[in-house]
């Protein structure tokens, strides 16, 4: 059970964005919502009316075939009238092939790790008067097998078009057991009615079912991860911009009018970048920024396809960091740091993770966590050049995907408390590494997130990997090898005494 006594989004209101195409549209928010305590002492959250125009669509949108259901949280109204966006094609990145055999869902016991930790004192004993735990994901990343078979397992008439919730279930008691969850949703996330009016097709979730190489969303996956437990979505990664400039705007006026999560790593401007996100757990708090290496479709071409629409992906760039971070810890007790950074399928920081994990550590960040390699790279303590330390994971993988090798199978969580000392120091302890490991059969079906120590060598053997192969030869995994890559890359220090090497 979350601990939460009090949390807050502090952000601007910006501009109202109004659609008058159909009625069956939802109300977007271009302001920022700010969160308080409720009797519950769960979080909810106060949105300001949208106030912004944006130029109206030219093209004719025939009406979709296929009905929308009802969402089971409402959606806000449309944002003001924007022009239809044209399809923007990044380079591909990863693809899924269509699947060639069906193998068994496998079944097993999972045990969850515990989080519960005792507030700790410092080294020179000074006295922590408040601490809350926190946990970082990697990756949320959903190739179409995924899509497919979260639109399978949706139940007619009692779901909507996906149902993802049962891929996480083995690890949602560790997301919900701490006090403030982060993840790394790697693509927008899309109202299905916005694309349902923007693109002439019969069956709205084909939408989401792609080959060429860009990225989106269903809605469905902001509920799922609401359940989950999480409490904060990062959008700084090289696939925002996937689906052009208009696809980002109204990602972020659907997501800026949902209350369960608060998002940051995208913004409509430079203002609204300026109003860092801040939120407070036990009395401490905690200022969120994100930035990316870039985007696939480069921002100045996402302007040029489609002008008049609203967006800001923050990327890696020192001046700017330095004066966020001075920013940021004038109104917080604490900055999390989250980057899309390095080289794809390295073990290894490469030289801009280096030179950018030093100069945010000697410039306020208190935690850095990265992601990207689609692969875990390691956690060590960075100097913060005034005798304390920074804890930096360089990449805690790829949580969610069907990537081909196993390396980037392998993915986890990132656990830590954070203190706060009677003299107003706050310093990270108690920091966990537990690795997941993601599953999906021959078929790209059985899709599944379990911890590496629940993976057996049946299901090792039957994954999905086998539809890949390389200088034809199938890939393969084993249990075995999957803990030779998380002991060559993580210190003993950092993991549960069960997965350690001695």
Known sequence: MKKVLNKKIIRLSAAVLCFVLTAALFAGCAGQPTVRPSASGQPTVDTPTPTSDTPVPTSDTPTPSTDTPTPTV??????????????????????????????????????TPSTDTPAPTTGDDKKVVASFTMLAAGDNLLHSGIVKDAMEKARPGVDEDFWFDDFYKDVKAQISS?????????????????????????????????????????????????????????????????????????????????????????????????????????????????????????????????PGYRFLVPVIDDEKMIADLRAAREIADFVAVFVHW????????????????????????????????????????????????????????????????????????????VNLTEDGAVFVSDALFTPTVFYYDMSFRSSRLLYLGDLTPEMAASHGIGNYSENGKKNTMTVERLYEYLHGVIDDAFLPEKYRSA
Request: aromatic letters at 10%; a negative charge.
């Open 74 to 111: 409402d959606t806000p109204t449309p944002s003001t009238d924007t022009p239809a966006p044209s399809t923007v094609t990044p380079t591909p990145s990863t693809d899924t092939p269509a699947p060639s055999t069906d193998t068994p869902t496998p079944t097993v016991d999972t045990t």
């Open 178 to 306: 701490v006090d403030c969850a982060v993840i790394n949703q790697e693509s927008i996330i899309l109202p299905k009615r916005i694309w349902q009016m923007l693109k002439h097709r019969d069956d709205v979730r084909d939408l989401y079912i792609r080959k060429d190489g860009s990225f989106v969303t269903p809605q469905e996956m902001y509920d799922t991860l609401a359940r989950l437990g999480f409490d904060a979505v990062d959008m700084a990664n090289n696939h925002a911009l996937d689906m052009g400039a208009g696809g980002l705007q109204w990602s972020l006026d659907y997501l800026n009018g949902r209350s369960e999560m608060f998002t940051f790593g995208a913004y409509y401007d430079e203002e609204d970048r300026q109003n860092i996100r801040v939120a407070e757990y036990n009395g401490i708090k905690v200022a969120f920024l994100g930035y990316t290496y870039d985007t696939n479709v480069p921002a100045d071409h996402a302007r040029a396809e489609e």
């Open 342 to 417: 390095g080289t794809e399928y390295s073990f290894e920081p490469d030289e801009l993770q280096r030179h950018t994990a030093k100069v945010l550590a000697e410039n306020g960040a208190g935690i850095i966590i990265g992601h990207h390699s689609h692969t875990l790279q390691p956690v060590e303590y960075l100097s913060d050049g005034k005798g304390g330390r920074v804890l930096c994971a360089y990449s805690l993988g790829t949580l969610v995907s069907n990537m081909m090798y196993d390396m980037n199978m392998l993915a986890g969580f990132l656990s830590f408390r």
